[in-house]
């Protein structure tokens, strides 16, 4: 499913002392199969964009309203707005809501702390039981919740009697993305899916969705503001800024103008700071920011080096 | 959800905002008894007028005004309902049974609604003009007299603030498990009044979670920062009684005069 949007703007609390605009005139495309970035500071508008994929969001009624106006004498129409989720148009108040949910699953911050049932089983369930059209029998339910849960790394056996509030917190976020993934989405929007975890247990969450992007949802968009992770991982990345959409690139374009990053309060990942570090002192290298090409790299030019050295 | 405007303070500056909480507490009390003690659409015109001022003096637009009023519209047209159905009045214009529409009952359930918005928006008023902070200094303050019989009021103060700090969070916080599981396929909007109970259990599981680690948390940070709450405990920021609030009184104090005065002289039946 191809992401489209034009011209989305959207306003909190519009009318009020606590209006604030969280995006203005966003136009963005996730082709399908991408492995999408969306960068920013909090207060950016990055999960307000992200909250209208699956119509969390909808765009306002007064939105429509100012459309059937006639603009006035030498007055320009304000251009309109395009939301589109593969078939579905969110413009349209009539779109099948609950389909596209089932479509576009969406992890929210912390979704350990949307869990709820008795046992990890009812938990993964849930939505599934939501989303089918027919009522599901005992066994296709485990079946599909065992599926889901073995993808995110956790053994059927021995959690699905388990109370979802007795697992650690790693547990926790896994059992929460189960419970998203189990419909098999096409596409998988994450809002901070690595927040407050440990060193390992993001790098664990990194190769999970790796895994979920190889087998189980066509595309993934991951909203983070650590840049290692979207240098690692992402086909390609959006910076929003103030509620806009700065710049759209691959991360190995991305991290090349550092210093735009800089100036708009980012930060850029490590290799893109040794990288200008060693610029600096006039090493230049050509890598596209992951960890394991910038070894490469710098491999190649240390034993060019050593055997100009060893040459002379 | 966010509809919920009732106990959410709306931060402009006025006349109003700037009153002693005290004086807006006691004006408050003061008003609620102006409205039952009118007997009559003279009185409660007068609670109206002065109504309408206050609301012009505060700054805060009509229509947040009015949706203070629309939680409450169900009870509203409820009481009027039963009250038109079965007042005994004596101008019948319907009957059925011992259900009977006479002109006193409509006059009456009129005037029943009339004082219960009345009721309802000056109640709001008083929680969007009032910080939760200030308010709950005013109500310590006016509560002082019991610390003598030993009545822990700084406690009870405290309690109050809390709830009041803690509506718009744990609002947020339904909002935001309500997302997730609506996400998830949930459906809130859709089914019987059990099936709709039912659908509640997924966020209500969440946020008393959420609001048992929220309490603890600043029962910790409140520990860790020695909150003990003694009586030497000083204040930042003193209550002052100034010239507004000199204002205030005297239109609170014309006010119930007023009413009373209409009572007795202006005996006519509504």
Redesign the interface.
């Known amino acids: 499913m191809r992401i489209v949007a034009e011209h989305l703007s959207y306003v909190y ?1 519009p009318k ?2 606590f209006a604030t605009a969280a995006l203005k005139d966003v136009s963005l495309t996730i082709e399908e199969g991408e492995f999408f970035g969306i960068i920013g500071h909090t207060g950016s508008g990055k999960s307000t964009f992200v ?1 209208h994929l ?1 119509g ?1 969001l909808r765009l306002p009624s007064s939105l429509k309203r100012y459309k059937k106006k006639k603009p006035k004498k030498g007055q320009i129409p304000p251009p309109e707005t395009v939301l589109r989720v593969g078939e579905f148009d969110l413009t349209d108040k009539k779109t099948d809501f ?1 389909a596209l ?2 479509s576009v ?2 992890v ?1 911050q912390y ?1 350990e ?5 008795e046992t990890v089983r009812d938990d993964v369930a ?2 599934l039981k ?2 089918s059209e027919e009522k599901l029998t005992e066994e296709q339910l485990d079946s599909a919740v065992r599926a889901a849960l073995e993808v995110v790394g956790l053994d059927w056996e021995e959690m699905k009697d388990k109370s979802p ?1 007795d697992l650690s917190g790693g547990q926790k976020r896994r059992v929460a993305i189960a ?2 993934i189990v ?1 098999r989405p096409e596409v998988l929007v994450l809002d901070e899916p690595a927040a407050g975890l440990d060193p390992l247990g993001k790098k664990e969450i990194m190769e999970l969705l790796h895994k979920l992007h190889r087998e189980w949802c066509k595309t993934i968009v991951v909203v983070s503001h650590d840049m290692d992770e979207i240098s690692e991982n992402c086909t390609k990345a959006a910076v929003f800024s103030e509620g806009r959409v700065v710049m759209v690139l691959p991360p190995r374009e991305l991290f090349r103008r550092a210093d735009e990053l800089t100036s708009l309060g980012l930060d850029v990942p490590l290799t893109a700071k040794l990288a200008a570090a060693l610029a600096k002192r006039g090493v230049e290298i050509d890598c596209d920011f992951t960890t394991e090409d910038f070894i490469e790299k710098v491999l190649a030019l240390w034993s060019a080096r050593a055997r100009e050295g060893g040459g002379a | 959800m ?1 509809d919920v405007s009732f106990g959410q303070y ?3 500056d006025s006349f109003v905002h700037r009153l002693d909480p005290r004086l807006k507490l006691l004006f408050l009390i003061a008003y609620i008894v102006a409205i039952f003690l009118a007997s009559n659409f003279y009185g409660l015109a007068v609670c109206a007028g002065v109504l309408v001022l206050i609301v012009l003096f505060s700054r805060i ?1 009509l229509g ?1 005004v009015l949706r203070a009023v629309k939680g409450v519209v169900f009870l509203v047209i409820f009481t009027a309902a039963l009250n038109i159905l079965f007042y005994n009045g004596e101008t019948v214009y319907a009957q059925w049974w011992v259900i009977a529409i006479t002109k006193e009952g409509l006059i009456f359930s009129a005037f029943l609604a009339l004082r219960l918005a009345l009721l309802v928006i000056c109640s709001s008023l008083l929680t969007y003009t009032t910080t939760p902070v200030s308010l709950t200094d005013g109500v310590e303050s006016l509560l002082t007299p019991l610390k003598w019989i030993r009545f822990p009021v700084h406690a009870l103060a405290l309690i109050m603030s809390i709830a009041l700090r803690f509506i718009p969070v744990l609002m947020d916080e339904t909002e ?2 309500k ?9 809130f909007e859709s089914g019987n009044l059990f099936k709709r109970i039912r659908a509640m ?3 209500l ?2 946020l008393l ?2 609001a048992f680690r929220r309490a603890d948390e600043l029962g910790e940070a409140m520990d860790a920062r020695c909150y003990s709450g003694s009586h030497q405990r000083t204040k930042y920021k003193k209550l002052r009684f100034g010239w507004r609030d000199l204002v205030a009184f005297l239109v609170g104090a014309a006010l119930i005069t007023g009413v009373v005065l209409m009572r007795v002289y202006l005996p006519a039946p509504y």
């Open positions: 609390n009020s002392p909250q699956n969390l609950r949910r089932k699953g969406m929210f979704p702390y949307q869990l709820f049932a849930f939505g939501n989303f509030f419970g998203v419909t | 966010k709306y931060p402009v637009p947040k935001r498990i997302n997730a599981q609506k996400a998830r396929g949930a459906d259990v997924p966020i599981v969440p979670l959420s």
